[in-house]
């Protein structure tokens, strides 16, 4: 747990930049957006190297911020991992663009360039370059189709959607909660 504390704090440190050609949503409801997301695909990176049925559970502070909770399973540990942080608005409060700590004063950035505005059901955020990617969605799966089309919206955009993992997030088993 702690080497994904760690990891995560040092690749997110410093950097709360936009990629260039990606634009955060407008219209964004942080009240609909909170609650919890499971990562459905995902660029790799070394903070959540090894890990399934990853979620993120999101929920309002009292200084206006969001308090992020990060879980995954670790097959190798045999354990889970988890990481909270704290995220703020960048700019504005209905723009989905938002810095986010999980160490000390460091805050990367975490930018929602697609959303089902609709229904809050699916989202796709990049990070400050497009090393990072994740395609989240309220239901641990989703429709083979519209996977499919939020995929090809990444790859247009740039990001290197050859090399996604698609995360498992196969059910606990009841008695032991590992996959």
Not at 58 to 76: C, F, K, P, T
Not at 102 to 111: D, I, Q, S, T, W
Request: glycine share 8%; aromatic share 14%; charged share 20%.
């Amino acid at each position: 747990m702690k080497k994904f504390i760690l990891a995560l704090g040092f690749i997110l440190t410093g950097c709360v930049s936009v990629p260039e050609g990606i634009k955060p949503v407008d219209h964004f409801e942080v009240e609909r957006y909170l609650g919890t997301w499971y990562e459905i695909a995902r660029l790799d990176n070394s903070f959540e190297r090894g890990l399934s049925r990853v979620s993120a559970t999101y929920q309002l502070r009292e200084d206006g911020g969001i308090s992020v909770l990060n879980r995954g399973y670790s097959a190798a540990d045999g354990a889970w991992q988890s990481v909270e942080g704290k995220a703020y608005f960048v700019e504005k409060p209905d723009q989905g663009y938002l810095k986010v700590s999980f160490f000390g004063p460091f805050y990367g950035a975490y930018v929602i360039f697609a959303l089902d505005q609709a229904n809050y059901q699916y989202s796709l955020v990049s990070g400050p370059d497009r090393s990072y990617f994740w395609l989240l969605a309220r239901n641990p799966t989703i429709d083979e189709k519209l996977k499919d089309t939020l995929v090809a919206k990444a790859q247009t955009l740039g990001f290197a959607t050859d090399r996604l993992i698609f995360v498992d997030q196969s059910p606990a088993d009841p008695l032991t909660q590992k996959p």
